[in-house]
Nanobody
Framework: VQLQASGGGLVQAGGSLRLSCAASGSIGAMNTMGWYRRAPGKQRELVAVSTSSGSTNYADSVKGRFTIYRDNPENTVYLQLNSLKPEDTAVYYC??????????????WGQGTKVTVSS
């Protein structure tokens, strides 16, 4: 599985961006597609995740502002970022976790796309 992320950029506080991540190859019937970010000097953190069963989960810091959604036939996951704040500045990484039989899983990562929010 290879992931190609795009959509980052420079935006003013209060603005919006949409990130996209297309997966090539089979991601299986059971999977999660999500976004993580790493801000300067901080550890990577989960931003949002969407499961193949249709559920979503968000970091508290982005709830109500970010929306994750998927285009399953295209194996693509999107992250709509609204009401951006300077503290959202980070490199955003898409992730696919592919579950095989039992509890085995494999993680795949995109190359990262930088989001910079100016105040």
């Amino acid at each position: 599985v290879q992931l190609q992320a795009s959509g980052g950029g420079l935006v003013q506080a209060g603005g919006s961006l949409r990130l996209s991540c297309a997966a090539s190859g089979s991601i299986g019937a059971m999977n999660t597609m999500g976004w993580y970010r790493r801000a300067p000097g901080k550890q990577r953190e989960l931003v949002a995740v969407s499961t193949s069963s249709g559920s979503t989960n968000y970091a508290d810091s982005v709830k109500g502002r970010f929306t994750i959604y998927r285009d399953n036939p295209e194996n693509t996951v999107y992250l709509q970022l609204n009401s951006l704040k300077p503290e959202d500045t980070a490199v955003y990484y898409c992730n696919v976790r592919k579950y095989s039989s039992g509890t085995r899983s494999s993680d795949y990562w995109g190359q990262g796309t930088k989001v910079t929010v100016s105040s």
